[in-house]
């Protein structure tokens, strides 16, 4: 007998395709749909307005499978992150930070990350594997699930800025671990989801991806599902970002700008949001600040400025407070709208770059994880 089908492997159209070869219609795929995303439903028996012969079938077929929690923590601050086991050893995090008008998932996308930027620990780790779709996808069901909030879907709406309804998780970004645009079909497969009314309903304008900048992806990114794009700059000339964001070597800063303005033409949003990871004596001085200022001249774009955070053996430091303020100034003052990332959920170790750092060392660092940070 075939293995069952993991339904969260599926969109809209997925899904259709795999019910219609079965010989029943859309409307039960987007029925299903709504059981699986909106109600957070694992349990066939319960999709109580499908037939009772297709539950049997879809009983004796398919499955509904999200990776599973190794650990569930609570920062101080109330941010939340799990770690979730993906077999072989493997273990990715989701991270929710609640702010006072939206609450944002962070999400990965690989295993690991073979793109070894010189300040990430996941690059560190070196690349295991792609996630599936439905481990994607799966991460925002679970999260929806533990936060209660599987059912306070229903009529959400709103823009950014404004309280969305009681709508827990409002804004999704592909921050977490790997880079999505080398998963590109899965991430895809996976955006569509949140997009969908059957499934989240969210607007295209509160979907992140972050990409360290595969030109090629990004242009098929904007034809296939063009969401908010976020680019980690990380240096003002290539000399720098080759050294810092390897993948420069192959797409360098002419091209990734230009890409970011292709880019534009279907966006949601009308920006490019560029993450630049602030590095002691790095890339943080005031010259390399107005260096930037020429190389984003042409590309309409807000800035949002990391503080470094370190991870042992980095031989990186953060960029003191009083520097990036300066450095922040300096955008600000060309009027470009910048911003400063407050590091969350330090004491959980669910900050930018810090994601399930330990976890390739699989005997011993995992069981760190397992501690509360204190203890260790
Ligand atoms: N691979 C994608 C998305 C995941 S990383 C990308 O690179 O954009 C998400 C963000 O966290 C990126 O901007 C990345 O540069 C940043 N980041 C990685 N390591 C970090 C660290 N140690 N401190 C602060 N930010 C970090
Ligand atoms: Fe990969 Fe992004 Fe980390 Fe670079 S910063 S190694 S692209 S996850």
Known sequence: MNAPVNLLDFDLSGLVSWFAERGEKPFRARQVMRWLHREGCDDFDRMTDVARSLRARLHAEACIRAPVPLRDSVSVDGTRKWLLDVGAGNAVETVFIPEVNRGTL????????????????????????????????????????????????????????????????????????????????????????????????????????????????????????????????????????????????????????????????KAPRDFVTFEYVMLDGVNDSDMQARQLLALVRDVPCKFNLIPFNPFPNSGLRRASAERIQRFAGILVNAGIVTTVRRTRGDDVDAACGQLAGQVLDRTQRTVHLMQPKEAR
């Open 106 to 265: 962070c999400i990965s996308s690989q295993a690991g990350c073979a793109l070894d930027c010189a300040f990430c620990s996941t690059g560190k780790q070196g690349f295991n594997r792609n996630l599936s779709a439905a481990e994607i996808i799966g991460q925002l069901w679970l999260a929806n699930r533990q936060l209660g909030a599987a059912r306070a879907l229903e009529g959400a709406s709103g823009e950014d800025g404004e309280p969305d309804n009681g709508r827990v998780i409002s804004n999704v970004v592909m921050m977490g671990m790997g880079e999505p645009l080398a998963n590109f079909d899965n991430v895809v497969t996976a955006l569509r989801v949140m997009l969908d009314d059957h499934a989240y309903g969210l607007s295209r304008r509160r979907v992140t991806v972050s990409t360290s900048g595969i030109v090629p992806a990004m242009d098929r990114l904007r034809d296939a599902c063009p969401v908010a794009l976020a680019v980690s700059l990380h240096a003002p000339d290539d000399a720098l970002r080759d050294r810092l964001v390897p993948i420069n070597m192959k797409y360098p800063l002419r091209e990734l700008m230009a890409a970011c303005n292709r880019y534009l033409e």
